[in-house]
């Protein structure tokens, strides 16, 4: 049983890298350090589908652990 949650563990962990890298090639370096014209725009599309997908996974990611300690006590 412990088994799976330290494999989804880590393919949830894979997944949130990929999500995030995939939002960090939208913004920049320019945006990153001050560029911020474009900061308080609203999210469209995909970006809003990545960024809705990493707040998923991001939860997961912490049930996931959370259950994973209770487990293993």
């Known amino acids: 049983m412990e088994t799976i949650f330290y494999i989804s563990e880590i393919l949830i962990a894979a997944l949130l890298i990929l999500l995030i890298v995939l939002q960090a ?3 920049g370096i320019g945006g990153t350090f001050g ?17 809705r997908l990493t707040i998923l996974l991001v939860v997961l990611f912490a049930l996931n652990s959370i259950i994973t300690v209770i487990i293993t006590r």
């Open 35 to 51: 560029g911020g014209g474009e900061f308080y725009r609203s999210k469209r599309g995909i970006e809003k589908v990545l960024f």
């Open 25 to 27: 090639q939208g913004s």
